[in-house]
């Protein structure tokens, strides 16, 4: 544990500390992008943050290779060689659309490539393991188409979900940190040396996303772009399929044994690594859903770009940014570590259910309360920021009134733009009116 820990470390220090040259090198490039109707910042931001992604990658990868116990993984299997080859082309094209904005098809052609580079170097889908049936070998091609979809499903559900800042590295790194803890499991608690690949893969993603983040929230001051999204995807399906085609169900010990029932209960630890990217692909899936029926039932097309995909929403109904990012933070958790936590079989099977049902009351409570704003108690209110204090609403509705008392013959300074070191929203955040006549820039 203490080597995956350094690892994680590494990353993300080399991933943070490089993330402000970076910044830098892509404001003098230019990979600043226009506006566009449906984003919500309100200036142009830098992208290019997918560059110290994939250093981060690298520097984990070189630290795991020298150290005393997870260099066997470099030794015993092409896994990680692969990932990194992978990964490289991956982010090739991600860095060439932030900077010159690539056609959508040529960017699913390089996402195939890439993940047939994995394939070739031998990260494959060597079986599928059915609830049921049990396990199912896989031919050649069967192994290869499979793996190649579940990489562009993937890398497409985190670069969908890459709307507001912060929110696509937050969600995949609590999907990372839920795939850790189980794959650990597999390999610590089980003895299967073949789980090792995937667990440094999950602890090398949450290093690289942990030092994204903190350039990354709001008000992000730059963005990963396409170099940075699609990165992220690919690794955390490399890991899904490291672990699927490597458990023998025989060497977990496993009691198959009763009803048809407690056998699929029981074989679950398999099925987990199937079911994982799911915990990641779940929002954005739903989210796909709802755009397409909803442009459809407006007469669009199903591919046109608009403003009503759920972070929109959440902001819409009175959410802050920092709090929409926080309640899709909040389901991905649950969704994840619920998944992690069902899969450990026990006879508390049913307390984990319970526990899952009334997390989600209270994530849909926090979604009902858009507008609720915590207030200290009397003897704290100098300890805590002025908005939660009690009365800072009147105070501040009084001050609004005598502002708008002001002479017309006083002059008011003119507004102070951002800039681009600094914040990407000020002021009051502007209701969106009209979704429909948002239009995409592409």
Same mark, same amino acid.
């Given at each position: 544990?203490?080597?995956?820990?350094?690892?994680?470390?590494?990353?993300?220090?080399?991933?943070?500390?490089?993330?402000?040259?970076?910044?830098?090198?892509?404001?003098?490039?230019?990979?600043?992008?226009?506006?566009?109707?449906?984003?919500?910042?309100?200036?142009?931001?830098?992208?290019?943050?997918?560059?110290?992604?994939?250093?981060?990658?690298?520097?984990?990868?070189?630290?795991?290779?020298?150290?005393?116990?997870?260099?066997?993984?470099?030794?015993?299997?092409?896994?990680?060689?692969?990932?990194?080859?992978?990964?490289?082309?991956?982010?090739?094209?991600?860095?060439?659309?932030?900077?010159?904005?690539?056609?959508?098809?040529?960017?699913?052609?390089?996402?195939?490539?890439?993940?047939?580079?994995?394939?070739?170097?031998?990260?494959?889908?060597?079986?599928? %393991?059915?609830?049921?049936?049990?396990?199912?070998?896989?031919?050649?091609?069967?192994?290869?188409?499979?793996?190649?979809?579940?990489?562009?499903?993937?890398?497409?559900?985190?670069?969908?979900?890459?709307?507001?800042?912060?929110?696509?590295?937050?969600?995949?790194?609590?999907?990372?940190?839920?795939?850790?803890?189980?794959?650990?499991?597999?390999?610590?608690?089980?003895?299967?040396?073949?789980?090792? %690949?995937?667990?440094?893969?999950?602890?090398?993603?949450?290093?690289?996303?942990?030092?994204?983040?903190?350039?990354?929230?709001?008000?992000?001051?730059?963005?990963?772009?396409?170099?940075?999204?699609?990165?992220?995807?690919?690794?955390?399906?490399?890991?899904?399929?490291?672990?699927?085609?490597?458990?023998?169900?025989?060497?977990?010990?496993?009691?198959?044994?009763?009803?048809?029932?407690?056998?699929?209960?029981?074989?679950?630890?398999?099925?987990?690594?199937?079911?994982?990217?799911?915990?990641?692909?779940?929002?954005?899936?739903?989210?796909?859903?709802?755009?397409?029926?909803?442009?459809?039932?407006?007469?669009?097309? %199903?591919?046109?770009?608009?403003?009503?995909?759920?972070?929109?929403?959440?902001l819409e109904i009175g959410h802050s940014h920092s709090r929409a990012v926080l309640i899709m933070y909040f389901w991905s958790a649950l969704i994840a570590f619920g998944a992690?936590?069902?899969?450990?079989?026990?006879?508390?099977?049913?307390?984990?259910?319970?526990?899952?049902?009334?997390?989600?009351?209270?994530?849909?409570?926090?979604?009902?309360?858009?507008?609720?704003?915590?207030?200290?108690?009397?003897?704290?209110?100098?300890?805590? %920021?002025?908005?939660?204090?009690?009365?800072?609403?009147?105070?501040?509705?009084?001050?609004?009134?005598?502002?708008?008392?002001?002479?017309?013959?006083?002059?008011?300074?003119?507004?102070?733009?951002?800039?681009?070191?600094?914040?990407?929203?000020?002021?009051?955040?502007?209701?969106?009116?009209?979704?429909?006549?948002?239009?995409?820039?592409?």
């Amino acid at each position: 544990m203490r080597e995956y820990l350094l690892t994680l470390c590494i990353t993300a220090a080399v991933t943070y500390l490089l993330t402000g040259p970076v910044r830098k090198f892509a404001i003098v490039a230019g990979a600043m992008p226009e506006i566009r109707a449906r984003d919500v910042h309100r200036e142009p931001t830098p992208r290019l943050g997918g560059i110290a992604m994939f250093f981060g990658l690298c520097a984990g990868l070189l630290v795991a290779d020298h150290l005393t116990n997870l260099d066997k993984v470099f030794d015993s299997s092409n896994e990680p060689r692969a990932l990194l080859s992978g990964a490289a082309l991956i982010w090739l094209i991600g860095v060439l659309d932030d900077k010159f904005e690539i056609d959508a098809l040529i960017k699913l052609g390089g996402q195939m490539i890439a993940a047939g580079v994995m394939v070739m170097q031998g990260l494959t889908i060597l079986w599928l %393991p059915i609830p049921g049936v049990g396990t199912v070998g896989l031919t050649q091609w069967q192994g290869t188409l499979l793996t190649v979809a579940l990489v562009v499903i993937t890398i497409n559900a985190v670069n969908f979900v890459d709307g507001l800042d912060g929110l696509a590295a937050g969600m995949v790194c609590i999907a990372a940190a839920a795939f850790f803890l189980y794959a650990y499991r597999i390999w610590y608690g089980y003895g299967i040396e073949a789980a090792a %690949p995937a667990t440094l893969f999950a602890a090398i993603l949450m290093g690289m996303c942990l030092g994204f983040l903190p350039h990354n929230m709001h008000p992000a001051r730059i963005f990963m772009g396409d170099s940075g999204s699609m990165l992220i995807g690919l690794v955390l399906a490399a890991g899904a399929i490291s672990m699927t085609g490597q458990i023998d169900p025989d060497a977990l010990k496993l009691n198959l044994g009763g009803s048809t029932r407690d056998t699929t209960h029981a074989m679950l630890p398999v099925f987990i690594p199937l079911v994982m990217p799911l915990t990641i692909i779940a929002i954005p899936f739903a989210d796909l859903v709802l755009a397409i029926v909803r442009r459809t039932w407006n007469g669009q097309s %199903p591919f046109a770009a608009d403003r009503g995909h759920l972070h929109h929403r959440l902001l819409e109904i009175g959410h802050s940014h920092s709090r929409a990012v926080l309640i899709m933070y909040f389901w991905s958790a649950l969704i994840a570590f619920g998944a992690v936590a069902y899969s450990v079989h026990s006879a508390s099977g049913m307390w984990v259910v319970l526990t899952i049902v009334a997390l989600s009351f209270v994530g849909l409570v926090l979604l009902l309360l858009p507008r609720f704003t915590p207030h200290a108690p009397r003897w704290a209110q100098h300890l805590v %920021p002025p908005r939660y204090r009690r009365g800072a609403r009147s105070d501040d509705a009084s001050e609004a009134s005598e502002a708008s008392e002001t002479p017309e013959d006083e002059e008011t300074p003119p507004p102070v733009p951002a800039g681009v070191n600094g914040a990407t929203a000020i002021g009051a955040r502007s209701r969106f009116t009209d979704r429909r006549k948002a239009e995409s820039s592409r």
